[in-house]
């Protein structure tokens, strides 16, 4: 069966770090380009990080630039969204998702292109 699990969310003071994890299990995530989507209550669901298969191309949302951090690590079939200097603003239930990509290079921040999906971890960040 294939599955994404997330874990590493919490409670965390503003200014605070947090490092998200997402394991893949029943598949190899080297084959595949990961993104990372965040929902706050009330609101849409956005992107917020993504990464190719290769892990040489990477993209943010302009509110997390500079404060978040993607990387995987395909031998251990886990990506991580390292969070630094959290704002109560980045308040959400936090997505990995996968989509199967022919290329080394490509990743997408359009929801719509992942294929699975992880079960959400929350982060609350406290002000």
């Known amino acids: 069966q294939l599955q994404l699990v997330e874990s590493g969310g919490g409670l965390v003071h503003h200014g605070g770090s947090l490092r998200l994890s997402c394991e893949a299990s029943?598949?190899?995530?080297?084959?595949?380009?990961i993104g990372w989507f965040r929902q706050a209550p009330g609101k849409e669901r956005e992107g917020v990080s993504c990464?190719?298969?290769?892990?040489?191309?990477?993209n943010y949302a302009d509110s997390v630039k500079g404060r978040f951090t993607i990387s995987r690590d395909n031998a251990k079939n886990t990506v991580y969204l390292q969070m630094n200097s959290l704002k109560p603003e980045d308040t959400a239930v936090y997505y990995c998702?996968?989509?199967?990509?022919?290329?080394?290079?490509?990743?997408?921040?359009?929801?719509?292109?992942?294929?699975?999906w992880g079960q959400g971890a929350q982060v609350t960040v406290s002000s």
């Open positions: 990464i190719s298969r290769s892990g040489g191309s990477t």
């Open positions: 029943g598949f190899t995530l080297a084959y595949y380009a």
């Open positions: 998702a996968a989509f199967s990509s022919l290329g080394l290079g490509y990743c997408s921040g359009y929801a719509g292109e992942y294929d699975y």
